[in-house]
């Protein structure tokens, strides 16, 4: 293999590198790099933002097309670009001449989002019919774009502006003020990359500010200053940024590394790993072999529960994760995928190195270390029927033990799980999709005994926002009235058990699970003190231009705890471009 001297020279320093005490997950970061500059990587390509409606406007093609597709998995989010791009370019011409004309209009979308991965043939829709000042809006999808045979970079502005009153509130004000850019693209068609950075100020309505006082923790961010230290307003001041290398060592094998989430399923919930918590930092390597997708990671998370001193003069505690999850489409409508998990807390050489085997059973290594991590296995499937249904599951196990499973209500009979289905043109009405999703968890599931190792990043549960001793179901209502015109009606119920007197009876999951409980044996889901949550939002979006969209929304929330009825009534609009929505649905 040939090298130039400066490749020698780069090789050289990372040898250093590696001979220096950097923690293990830095010199793994090293070594995968290193690996790009040695090896004939293939085309490199982001990852599209996770949003909802953009993963189901995926689904819904994957579902009319009768068939599922080998290269993009819908249970592993997000999509890879250059993916993406394939498997719209896969769709045979039957099944998108039975597209109609705003399935095809979707299409079309997807195609201009992913334009530079996507056939050349295409490559005309994606122009905009009169570009700003000839260099900018050329592309539909772009602010500013340029290639060449070195580099493709892609530059786009992302702001939300929202406002709205809160009805229950002395019609308090509500807002969203979001300012930031995205840039992403590929050097040599190696190296593929994207940072994404917002500067953000937003309101919390009392719902959301007792969930944020009762976790000490912010949904889907980080470090977040209060404004004026107002625990009653809780008006948050933060910044957010994501930024990651994608590189491809071989055809079938991908790498990334760098701050970002991840959502694992084909619901509206995930029991397994959502992207409700902070970003993290990850090293993903994924492996694709004709029907098999094997993805594995590893992460580096934040223990904010650890006291940080005075004035918060000490950093953030690490806590660390390996994940890996193996699906495989057992036929050309079902796909089953098995998954595995530990959390677990710094050792004296930071990672524990026995993690980094990507194709080991982790409850070996666990028990092997004779350590106190917290191991956790599962399973999901999806089973799409008749091009119309789509059928899916959870299934997550937090503790087994044959002898006390057996004994009524045992503490440590910890589990979850969802069923879901999902059907697309309700009653022959087009472009009119329905999903009914039920969830629950099991009491003092995702909780451990060290803050090092429940399911938790930066005080926020890592899979379902309710975190655990909770029945919920969900109904919601998807229609395209017209191209640019997105409708969504959603009902949430669900039960869940508080803690009451300082006894934990399992819902909180940042508590030690062995201290406090009421027993070993009868628990139950709903245990401690019921509080039941009836939720209604209904959404209008329209589209202005690409991604750039119009909002409407109200928000009805009561809670019924102790017999005690606490209503939410919320009016809000507002203006968005390249900012996916997020939901506060809990």
């Not at 819908?74 to 011409?93: A, N």
């Not at 590929?186 to 007792?210: C, M, W």
């Not at 580096?300 to 001193?309: A, F, H, I, T």
């Not at 409708?487 to 009451?500: E, Q, R």
């Amino acid at each position: 293999m040939h090298f130039s001297v400066k490749k020698v020279i780069i090789i050289t320093k990372f040898v250093a590198l590696l001979e220096t005490r950097l923690m293990p997950l830095r010199i793994f970061s090293a070594v995968v790099i290193l690996c790009f500059l040695i090896t004939d990587s293939l085309a490199q390509s982001a990852f599209v933002p996770l949003d909802a409606q953009y993963s189901h406007q995926v689904d819904r093609l994957e579902i009319k097309s009768g068939v599922l597709s080998n290269t993009v998995h819908t249970s592993i989010k997000p999509f890879e670009r250059i993916e993406l791009g394939d498997f719209l370019s896969q769709l045979d011409t039957l099944s998108f001449l039975k597209l109609n004309p705003t399935d095809k209009w979707n299409y079309y979308y997807l195609i201009t989002d992913n334009w530079e991965w996507s056939d050349s043939s295409f490559h005309s829709i994606s122009n905009s019919k009169v570009p700003f000042l000839k260099y900018f809006l050329k592309k539909k999808n772009d602010f500013y774009n340029n290639q060449n045979q070195d580099y493709d970079i892609h530059v786009s502005p992302i702001f939300q502006f929202a406002g709205g009153t809160n009805f229950t509130d002395n019609n308090a004000s509500q807002f969203i003020n979001t300012r930031g850019v995205e840039i992403r693209g590929h050097v040599n068609r190696k190296l593929g990359f994207y940072t994404g950075f917002t500067e953000n100020q937003q309101s919390s309505p009392d719902y959301i500010a007792d969930y944020i006082m009762l976790n000490k923790g912010f949904p889907y961010q980080g470090y977040t200053k209060v404004s004026n230290d107002d625990s009653l307003k809780l008006k948050q001041d933060f910044l957010n940024a994501q930024g990651y290398l994608v590189f491809n060592p071989s055809k079938n094998v991908m790498i990334k590394f760098g701050h970002s989430t991840n959502f694992i399923g084909n619901g509206i919930r995930s029991m397994i790993l959502s992207d409700f918590s902070s970003p993290y930092l990850n090293l993903v390597s994924e492996v694709k072999l004709g029907r098999m997708q094997y993805f594995n990671m590893l992460a580096q998370m934040s223990n904010n529960q650890v006291d940080r001193g005075v004035n918060n003069t000490i950093a953030v505690s690490p806590k660390y994760m390996a994940f890996h999850h193996l699906n495989f489409n057992v036929t050309r409508k079902f796909n089953l995928g098995l998954y595995e998990s530990v959390l677990f807390g710094p050792r004296p050489t930071g990672f524990e190195l026995n993690y980094l085997n990507p194709i080991i059973f982790y409850r070996f290594v666990e028990s092997l270390l004779g350590s106190a991590d917290n191991a956790i296995v599962g399973a999901d499937f999806k089973l799409n029927i008749a091009k119309s249904i789509s059928l899916y599951g959870q299934y997550v196990l937090d503790e087994f033990n044959q002898k006390e499973n057996k004994k009524d209500g045992w503490w440590g009979k910890k589990n979850a799980g969802q069923l879901g289905f999902k059907i697309i043109d309700v009653a022959g009405i087009k472009q009119l999709d329905w999903q009914v999703e039920y969830n629950y968890a099991r009491p003092y599931i995702y909780s451990h005994y060290t803050t090092h190792s429940n399911y938790v990043n930066y005080n926020i549960p890592l899979a379902h926002p309710l975190g655990a001793n909770f029945k919920e179901m969900i109904s919601e209502f998807r229609y395209q009235a017209i191209k640019r015109l997105f409708l969504k009606g959603t009902y949430m119920y669900y039960m869940k058990g508080l803690d009451t007197d300082n006894v934990n009876y399992g819902g909180n999951i940042l508590l030690n699970n062995r201290e406090g409980r009421p027993s070993d044996y009868g628990n139950f889901i709903g245990q401690g003190s019921e509080n039941k949550v009836h939720f209604v939002n209904l959404t209008a979006s329209y589209m202005l231009m690409h991604n750039m969209f119009l909002d409407l929304g109200y928000t009805w929330r009561m809670s019924n705890f102790e017999s005690v009825n606490s209503t939410n009534k919320l009016f809000s609009f507002g203006i968005r471009w390249n900012a996916p929505g997020k939901s506060y649905m809990f």
